[in-house]
Nanobody
Framework: QVQVVESGGGLVQTGGSLRLSCTDS????????MAWFRKTPEKEREGVVA???????RYADSVKGRFTISQDNAKYTVYLQMNNLKPEDTAMYYC??????????????????????WGQGTQVTVSS
């Protein structure tokens, strides 16, 4: 059984940094892709970053240059380093995992439908 668990959210001031972690237990065989999405009550879910089973990445334009995804395969964990945070980054952040490879070069809505395993989310709040 695959379980996806996020951690690392919190409250930070504008310009600050946070690092989110996502561990997926159960994806112990084969390659897998992981991704971060975020959602606020006012907006639909949007893609933040995805990393495919071959290590290729895709970032949303809004976070390029500020967010970095990395992975520790030995720990089945991906990290999302978020720097220079802005109030508009405030959202619930969800991690998703799926056996790879996945198609990540389509619209983020289609990308999200590639993933079947989702965490419960971790809240990130950026104060102005």
């Amino acid at each position: 059984q695959v379980q996806v668990v996020e951690s690392g959210g919190g409250l930070v001031q504008t310009g600050g940094s946070l690092r989110l972690s996502c561990t997926d237990s159960g994806l112990t065989f084969g390659d897998y892709a992981m991704a971060w999405f975020r959602k606020t009550p006012e907006k639909e879910r949007e893609g933040v970053v995805a990393i495919d089973s071959d290590g290729s990445t895709r970032y949303a334009d809004s976070v390029k240059g500020r967010f970095t995804i990395s992975q520790d395969n030995a720990k089945y964990t991906v990290y999302l380093q978020m720097n220079n945070l802005k109030p508009e980054d405030t959202a619930m952040y969800y991690c998703a995992a799926e056996f790879g490879p996945c198609t990540l070069n389509t619209g983020w809505g289609d990308v999200s439908r590639e993933f079947n395993y989702w965490g419960q989310g971790t809240q990130v709040t950026v104060s102005s």
